[in-house]
């Protein structure tokens, strides 16, 4: 997705976009939403901005559009995903996750240095979070799971520079880009979106994070080296409730 909008259909197909940094925008395209809405799939993002940015409610611009947007944008059409009887969300989140809890005492860098790395990793913990407080919408029919889509070279990435990308070994020195072995297609990466919002095989499940199109295991503290899996701090209730509570007194 471009730097922080998501592309939705409406209810007459008609393409309209939404600025996940705005909450205006977001409110606006909700209250503008007619009918059921089934599966809600939050997947815009922006990652690694160099220096820290931050929305008009004062929210890092990587936390703001990673997770707040989206809860928002979700809170908004929640009647429209409880009128279906089993409506879906689909959150994506990243392994980055695993490396930067949420810091609830400073979650928008006022007082610590800005990390980069730091504030997309505890977007994508949010993210997570995000679909373990949505448990409290199950009564409504509605489902929410977080997943790790994989490394794939998209503009996601459009804010590392050169030096940055060689350090990950993913361009050469005259900044060719070297193909990855475990990078996947945009259609490989989507499959476990695709997974989460369409299958029989995961009705009913819900608050769980997701890779390759399996659950994934949590990593134990003695695992920081095990490629993939979820970290605890990351499908911890007491987190997302939390969590919950300190996204809804901004957006209301």
């Known amino acids: 997705m471009p730097r922080r909008t998501a592309s939705n259909l409406t209810p007459s197909g008609a393409a309209e976009a939404v600025d996940l940094a705005d909450l205006s925008s977001v409110a606006a395209f909700a209250r503008a939403w007619q009918g059921p809405l089934d599966v809600l799939v939050a997947n815009a993002g922006i990652m690694a901005i160099p220096d820290r940015q931050v929305t008009a409610e004062g929210w890092e611009l990587q936390l703001a559009t990673n997770y707040l947007g989206h809860f928002a944008l979700a809170v908004g059409l929640h009647g429209h995903l409880r009128a279906t009887g089993n409506a879906r969300i689909v959150v994506v989140s990243s392994g980055a996750h695993r490396n930067a809890p949420l810091d609830f ?14 504030a997309y990793g505890q977007s994508k913990t949010a993210d997570v979070l995000f679909a373990v407080g949505a448990r409290r919408w199950a009564t409504d029919g509605i489902t929410a799971n977080a997943l790790n889509p994989g490394w794939i070279s998209t503009n996601l990435q459009r804010h590392l520079d050169d030096a940055t990308m060689r350090a990950l070994g993913a361009i050469d020195e005259d900044g060719n880009i070297i193909e990855q ?3 996947k297609t945009a259609a490989q990466g989507a499959a476990t979106s695709v997974l989460l919002a369409a299958s029989p095989l995961v009705e009913g499940v819900t608050g769980r994070y997701f890779e390759d199109n399996q659950e994934a295991a949590a990593v134990l503290p003695d695992q920081a080296d095990r490629v993939g899996g979820v970290a605890p701090h990351a499908l911890d209730p007491h987190a997302a409730d939390r969590l919950w509570e300190y996204a809804t007194r901004t957006i209301h």
């Open 105 to 118: 005492d400073d979650p928008q860098f006022v007082q610590r240095p800005y990390d980069r790395w730091a």
């Open 181 to 183: 072995p475990d990078c």
